[in-house]
Structure formats: C-alpha cells, structure tokens
C-alpha cells in the first residue's frame, strides 16, 4: 500500500516559485500524470517527490510516513528520467541489477530478478548488450526494468516517452499501462503531452505557473474544465468573444463577435452568475460544430429559443476559407463575420465543401463553456 500525500509543497529558486502550495492526496495503486505546458513545475514536483530536490516548504507523506527529508536512496520510490540515464561501461543486465546491488542483494539473485525485469519489458535477448547500441525505445524499456527490479512502493517518470518518436511513443504508453495494470503500484507520470496523459492517466493534475489547478479523472478535466487556460490546453477549440446581452430564467444571450447572439441553456443558476453587459469568452470545440450547405440550412427556424430538452440550436452562416486534411478527419477554416472558426468532421463524411463555398455552422448551446474576463469558468 501506498498512498502519496503532497500538502503545501513549495520549491523556490532564488526569487523564482518553481512550485507553489501544491496539495494532493495520490491513491494507492493509481496512475496520476501530471500535465502542464513547460517550466509550469511538473518536473520539480516529481523530483521532490523522488528527494531529488527539498521542499522549500511543505510536506510529502507515503503511507502516512512523513518523508520530506528523507534522501532519494531511503525511499521507496524509483524514477524513470527522459534521458534514460544508462550505465555505459556495464551491460543491460548489469545495468538492471544495479539498484539491487546497491540494496545489497547477492550476486546469483540479483542476476535472476534483473533478467525476470527483462523479460517483463521483453528485453530479455539483449541481456548482455551494450546498452549504447540500443535504440531509443529499446533503451527506455531497459530504463524502466532498472527503475522496477528495486520493486518500489512508488515509480516515478520523468517524461519518459519524449525522446521516442510519436508512434513508439504510443506504443509505450500502452504497454506502460499494462504493466502498471500488473503491478499494481503507484505511478506519478510527468509529460507536457495531453494524448499521453489521456492515454495513460487514472487522473490528471494539471499544473500552470507552478500550481496545480485542477485534478480529476480525464473525462472530468476536458468536460469540465476549471478555467480557461485548462480549456485551451486540452484540445483545439474556438474561443469568441462576447458580452451578455440579457439572461432570462433559463438562458444567457450573449452578444458574439460572430455577428450573431448565441443562446445558452443555463441549469447551474448561471443566469445569476452573469449580468447585463458583462463581458465574456466562450468556448465552442470543433467536435461540437456541425457544418452543412447554407442553402440546406434553416438558419432563422433554428434560433433561439431553449427547448425542453434543455438544449438550443446556435446558427451562423461562413465562408470556408480553407480545408485541412488531417488523416481522419478534415478541419475547415470559416470566416464567420471577419472571425475564424474552425469545424471538423470525419473523413467519411466530407468532401462536399471547398475554399469559397458559404455554409452553415451551427451547434447546441449547451455544448458551449464560458469563462470571465479573468479566465475563471462561469458555471451555467
Ligand atoms: P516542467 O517540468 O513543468 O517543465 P520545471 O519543474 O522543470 O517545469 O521548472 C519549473 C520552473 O522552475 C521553471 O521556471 C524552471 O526554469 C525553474 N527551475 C527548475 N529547476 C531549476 C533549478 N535547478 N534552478 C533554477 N530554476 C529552476
């Protein structure tokens, strides 16, 4: 068992908060990432989590023990780091057993559990190799037996798939989560890649300027974003700006730079959060856009009001400015009153516009997220 507790961690450099009042409880057996663009504080979190680097203040609890000052080689912890860090005068097998050296174990017995470690990350022909001649992947698994054959408590990962191109990269990932999966350990992920923390992630805490700013389940951080960096971070999507032209029981009109006043269905009380004339930015994901011929579309029968279902159709009417294939699916560019917005669809079912061609945009307003002028969400 064991159970991670980071309560108000700080690292400061000089004058430079690195990390500021990081809080989290990690559960036993989960596999946390930590996301965040870069310099954001991922990797000097996991480094004072590994007693790589002391807390300028704060704590850190595994399974309750308070290890914050403890030295990296008196935890139970292992860690993975990007650059792999091989021995290059020993052999992949001699450098899988040396962590078990340094614990002391024999020579025979070691040996057997570095090779059982090779075979778990199917390695094991290379045993008496020169790591330097692996390749990058080949090199990672080797880094990852070495950080497992000591059987932490908790392993650590230090971006450790961002030196592999992008489909060994994926290829990885999966296997990573198999053998977490097997091991039931804790595992603390750092990566700046939001597909890999989805890929992998049991939760995802997302750090921005040092602090983490939200934690959940990865559904839960890209459907229900804190605010909008978050939103932006996770995926492509149209932000537009706006003032609240007028809320009613149940809706928020809001008067767009897309010409047109976009019509939101509120259930939170959202009609209290905002008032007449406040300004906003709203979120609208390209996934939730539908596109269709502006001579097929119904535009003016499409407005407004907010059915019983809870939903409103949204409906402007662009210009495709230009098509972007992307393997499957295709991005169209539409300028919508002087403002892009972009839209996708699968490849399926595309084809049928073009640079020039006027069409249809238009979408259920209960898809659409807003944040205020200071980027916090507004809960409709
Ligand atoms: P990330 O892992 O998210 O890229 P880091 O934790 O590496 O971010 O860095 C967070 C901030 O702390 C950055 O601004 C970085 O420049 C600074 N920093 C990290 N390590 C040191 C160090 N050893 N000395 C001074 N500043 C550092």
Request: hydrophobic share 35%; net charge negative.
């Amino acid at each position: 068992m064991s159970e991670i507790t980071l309560a108000g961690l700080e690292k400061r450099y000089g004058d430079e908060l690195a990390v500021e009042d990081v809080s989290v409880t990690i559960d036993d057996g989960e596999l946390l990432c930590l996301l965040g663009p870069s310099g954001s504080g991922k990797s000097t979190t996991l480094r004072m989590l590994a007693g790589l680097e002391t807390p300028t203040d704060g704590e850190i609890r595994i399974d309750d023990e308070d290890v914050t000052d403890r030295p990296a080689y008196e935890r139970t912890t292992a860690t993975v780091f990007q650059d792999w860090a091989l021995f290059p005068h020993k052999t992949v097998l001699e450098n899988v057993a040396f962590g078990l050296k340094m614990q002391g174990v024999e020579k025979a017995e070691r040996r057997e559990q570095a090779r059982t470690m090779l075979e778990r990350v199917r390695m094991e022909e290379y045993a008496d190799d020169d790591p330097m001649n692996l390749s990058g992947g080949q090199k990672q698994r080797v880094a990852l037996a070495r950080a497992l054959a000591v059987n932490p408590d908790v392993l650590l990962l230090d971006e450790p798939l961002s030196n592999l191109d992008k489909r060994l990269s994926e290829d990885m990932q999966i296997e990573l989560r198999e053998i977490h999966a097997d091991l039931e350990e804790t595992f603390v992920h750092v990566t700046h890649d939001q597909d890999e923390a989805f890929t992998l992630a049991d939760r995802i805490g997302i750090m921005a300027d040092g602090k983490l700013v939200q934690v959940g389940e990865p559904n839960e951080v890209y459907q229900n974003p804190k605010n909008r960096f978050i939103e932006g971070f996770l995926g492509d999507t149209n932000f537009v700006e706006g003032t609240v032209e007028r809320t009613t029981a149940d809706s928020v009109r809001v008067d767009t730079e897309l010409g047109r006043e976009v019509v939101i269905p509120t259930t939170n009380g959202g009609a209290d959060a905002l008032a007449e004339g406040d300004s906003v930015v709203l979120s609208l994901r390209p996934e939730a856009l539908s596109i269709e011929s502006a001579a097929d579309a119904d535009g003016e029968a499409a407005t407004q009001a907010v059915r019983a279902d809870g939903s409103t159709t949204n409906f402007v009417v662009g210009t495709v400015e230009n098509v972007l294939y992307r393997g499957s699916t295709v991005r169209y560019s539409v300028d919508v009153e002087g403002t892009s917005v972009f839209a996708e669809r699968t490849v399926s079912d595309s084809g049928e516009f073009e640079a020039g061609d006027e069409i249809g945009i238009s979408w259920d307003g209960a898809d659409v997220l807003a944040f205020r002028d200071d980027g916090s969400r507004v809960d409709l």
